[in-house]
């Protein structure tokens, strides 16, 4: 089993900064693929950001260059360190873990676990 819990949403003005952090426990080998994912009602929920045991981070064309993702050297926390926000990057923003063995990816069937969920709201 694993747990996953987010924090560090909240309420930002346009071209503000936040971070996200995901505080991960649980078996190992299940968490060797962790990424954030971001939902807006109504929509499907989006991959933002992945990291996983082969290859560099991936991340979403909507946020290269302004999203950062990385893992505390214990690998039980992750973050999202995001710049430059836009509303358009208002959402619920969820972190995701999987036992995938190679590289990042935002397929969804890799992923077996989510948190609850951290609202991030951008104001213009």
């Known amino acids: 089993q694993v747990q996953l819990m987010e924090s560090g949403g909240g309420s930002v003005q346009d071209g503000g900064s936040l971070t996200l952090s995901c505080a991960a426990s649980g078996i190992t080998y299940m968490r060797y693929l962790m990424g954030w994912f971001r939902q807006v009602p109504g929509q499907a929920r989006e991959g933002v950001a992945a990291i996983g045991r082969e290859g560099g981070p991936l991340y979403a064309d909507s946020v290269k260059g302004r999203f950062t993702i990385s893992q505390a050297s214990d690998k039980n926390t992750l973050f999202l360190h995001m710049t430059n926000l836009k509303p358009e990057d208002t959402a619920m923003y969820f972190c995701?873990?999987?036992?995938?063995?190679?590289?990042?990816?935002?397929?969804?069937?890799?992923?077996?676990?989510y948190g609850q969920g951290t609202q991030v709201t951008v104001s213009s």
């Open positions: 995701a873990a999987g036992a995938w063995v190679r590289g990042a990816t935002f397929d969804r069937d890799q992923y077996q676990t």
